[in-house]
């Protein structure tokens, strides 16, 4: 009895060890953790019933997946900002293995090409109080890329139409495209629909959006890439065209909210270098020739490409489809000249925008942003300009001191002393001041009448005190005021 016992608890220890090292390795290997915002008690505008219902049903989903769920509904802004702090410092401590994800749905708006977040106790009366009352996304991103993680992931629900009066005039519609590639690598971010335009809240117990990744991520082995690429064609079917959710990415590795069986991992990856290489024009003329337009249809949703969709619309020219592609096909060009544009960030990149698209609700974001570059700009333009004329300018200060102390020659007629004179008052007079230099002349008598005297002396006859005195006589006159 006790060799049968022994070889069973001998069997359980080993099964037990195994267990125990395989979800070790598991747990090491990667940790997942989430934030999940659902806004819907907006306290100056209609509330979002389906927004706190999309949370719920993300934090059972995410639950399920292996995630570590904070949830937080309803926030006004000191509280949203709060929580992106504590799920920052949540992350910090999970270890550079750590997959962050952050699901938001509710209001977003896009001010100046720059996205927030919409707290519920937001009240702007203009453009300019967003920025103060609101959260900006890139404030969230730039928190989670700053951690040392194995990737981030972003799903934001938050395309829904601007609610509030006193911005409908000047805020761009949907959110402004993002590019994860600019950022730290690593990054993957979903919005409900393209850059730009606007999400419907939907008319079931959750948007549109949050039913197809519901339904999509549930699938085991399905990339992130292909999963979202699924989501895309169901929302768009869904809504009848009107609605195109649109991702970036920016991953270096892999990920599955549902692993399933890790023996068919490789071929799950196949399709993964396809999903990374741009397709020409051709290419898809080439790949759409002779199939269904409906089947075409979908491909080209699919990938979301103006290669795709001039493809489609060469090909299936006459199809029900085609309209609603070639809508889409506009739309994505101008996204793709906003994009350059902004990245740009130059008066003449948002002026070339203008001059393609001055009809786009972009437009007048796009007039304010390249005023403001302008502006920006036009110190740092005059600084070069001041100091490259330094070295070219004709007076420098050095040469100048010379010219001051230049004395014009003394005609040879004259004889002119530029030493000062010393000057006192004659004895016996008020008025009349004597000047003297060395022995005393003649009586001032015969001063004037020895004038040419005194100068031939000294110069004909090397003279002595005579003609020495006649000169310096005649000088002295000469200066007399």
């Given at each position: 009895?006790?060799?049968?016992?022994?070889?069973?608890?001998?069997?359980?220890?080993?099964?037990?060890?195994?267990?125990?090292?395989?979800?070790?390795?598991?747990?090491?290997?990667?940790?997942?953790?989430?934030?999940?915002?659902?806004?819907?008690?907006?306290?100056?505008?209609?509330?979002?019933?389906?927004?706190?219902?999309?949370?719920?049903?993300?934090?059972?989903?995410?639950?399920?997946?292996?995630?570590?769920?904070?949830?937080?509904?309803?926030?006004?802004?000191?509280?949203?900002?709060?929580?992106?702090?504590?799920?920052?410092?949540?992350?910090?401590?999970?270890?550079?293995?750590?997959?962050?994800?952050?699901?938001?749905?509710?209001?977003?708006?896009?001010?100046?090409?720059?996205?927030?977040?919409?707290?519920?106790?937001?009240?702007?009366?203009?453009?300019?109080?967003?920025?103060?009352?609101?959260?900006?996304?890139?404030?969230?991103?730039?928190?989670?890329?700053?951690?040392?993680?194995?990737?981030?992931?972003?799903?934001?629900?938050?395309?829904?139409?601007?609610?509030?009066?006193a911005l409908n005039q000047?805020?761009?519609?949907?959110?402004?495209?993002?590019?994860?590639?600019?950022?730290?690598?690593?990054?993957?971010?979903?919005?409900?629909?393209?850059?730009?335009?606007?999400?419907?809240?939907?008319?079931?117990?959750?948007?549109?959006?949050?039913?197809?990744?519901?339904?999509?991520?549930?699938?085991?082995?399905?990339?992130?890439?292909?999963?979202?690429?699924?989501?895309?064609?169901?929302?768009?079917?869904?809504?009848?065209?009107?609605?195109?959710?649109?991702?970036?990415?920016?991953?270096?590795?892999?990920?599955?909210?549902?692993?399933?069986?890790?023996?068919?991992?490789p071929s799950a990856e196949?399709?993964?270098?396809?999903?990374?290489?741009?397709?020409?024009?051709?290419?898809?003329?080439?790949?759409?020739?002779?199939?269904?337009?409906?089947?075409?249809?979908?491909?080209?949703?699919?990938?979301?490409?103006?290669?795709?969709?001039?493809?489609?619309?060469?090909?299936?020219?006459?199809?029900?489809?085609?309209?609603?592609?070639?809508?889409?096909?506009?739309?994505?060009?101008?996204?793709?000249?906003?994009?350059?544009?902004?990245?740009?960030?130059?008066?003449?990149?948002?002026?070339?925008?203008?001059?393609?698209?001055?009809?786009?609700?972009?437009?007048?974001?796009?007039?304010?942003?390249?005023?403001?570059?302008?502006?920006?700009?036009?110190?740092?333009?005059?600084?070069?300009?001041?100091?490259?004329?330094?070295?070219?300018?004709?007076?420098?200060?050095?040469?100048?001191?010379?010219?001051?102390?230049?004395?014009?020659?003394?005609?040879?007629?004259?004889?002119?002393?530029?030493?000062?004179?010393?000057?006192?008052?004659?004895?016996?007079?008020?008025?009349?001041?004597?000047?003297?230099?060395?022995?005393?002349?003649?009586?001032?008598?015969?001063?004037?009448?020895?004038?040419?005297?005194?100068?031939?002396?000294?110069?004909?006859?090397?003279?002595?005190?005579?003609?020495?005195?006649?000169?310096?006589?005649?000088?002295?006159?000469?200066?007399?005021?």
């Amino acid at each position: 009895m006790r060799r049968p016992a022994f070889r069973d608890l001998l069997l359980l220890s080993a099964f037990l060890l195994f267990f125990q090292i395989s979800t070790s390795h598991i747990a090491s290997a990667e940790s997942r953790v989430a934030l999940v915002i659902g806004q819907s008690a907006y306290r100056a505008v209609p509330a979002l019933p389906n927004a706190a219902n999309d949370g719920k049903r993300m934090v059972e989903l995410l639950g399920s997946a292996g995630f570590d769920v904070t949830a937080a509904p309803d926030l006004a802004q000191n509280d949203m900002r709060q929580a992106i702090s504590d799920f920052a410092a949540k992350v910090a401590v999970s270890g550079p293995d750590t997959v962050a994800l952050v699901f938001y749905a509710g209001h977003g708006l896009q001010i100046d090409g720059e996205n927030y977040l919409v707290p519920v106790d937001v009240d702007p009366k203009r453009e300019a109080d967003i920025p103060l009352q609101a959260v900006r996304l890139n404030d969230l991103m730039n928190t989670l890329g700053a951690l040392p993680t194995r990737m981030r992931i972003f799903m934001l629900d938050a395309c829904r139409n601007n609610p509030f009066p006193a911005l409908n005039q000047t805020a761009g519609h949907g959110l402004a495209i993002v590019n994860t590639k600019a950022g730290a690598p690593g990054s993957f971010i979903s919005f409900s629909t393209s850059p730009g335009a606007e999400a419907e809240d939907g008319n079931g117990a959750d948007s549109p959006y949050t039913t197809a990744v519901l339904s999509v991520a549930k699938e085991p082995n399905l990339p992130i890439e292909e999963a979202f690429k699924r989501v895309r064609v169901s929302v768009n079917q869904a809504t009848e065209g009107r609605q195109i959710p649109w991702e970036s990415s920016s991953l270096t590795s892999d990920f599955r909210f549902f692993p399933g069986d890790m023996g068919s991992g490789p071929s799950a990856e196949a399709p993964k270098p396809a999903a990374t290489v741009a397709r020409t024009t051709d290419d898809w003329r080439r790949d759409l020739g002779g199939k269904d337009p409906k089947v075409a249809y979908d491909l080209v949703i699919a990938d979301n490409s103006v290669a795709g969709y001039e493809a489609f619309a060469a090909l299936f020219a006459q199809s029900s489809y085609t309209p609603r592609v070639r809508s889409l096909l506009e739309r994505r060009k101008e996204m793709q000249a906003w994009e350059v544009a902004v990245a740009t960030n130059t008066a003449a990149s948002f002026e070339a925008f203008l001059a393609s698209y001055a009809s786009s609700d972009l437009a007048a974001t796009a007039r304010r942003m390249q005023v403001r570059v302008f502006n920006r700009t036009l110190p740092g333009a005059l600084a070069p300009t001041t100091v490259a004329l330094g070295p070219t300018c004709p007076c420098p200060a050095a040469p100048v001191q010379p010219l001051l102390k230049k004395v014009e020659p003394t005609p040879p007629t004259k004889r002119v002393d530029t030493t000062p004179p010393k000057r006192r008052k004659q004895r016996g007079s008020d008025d009349d001041v004597v000047v003297e230099r060395g022995p005393p002349g003649p009586p001032p008598g015969v001063v004037v009448e020895s004038i040419g005297i005194g100068i031939g002396m000294g110069m004909g006859m090397g003279g002595m005190r005579g003609g020495m005195g006649g000169g310096m006589g005649g000088g002295n006159y000469g200066g007399r005021r």
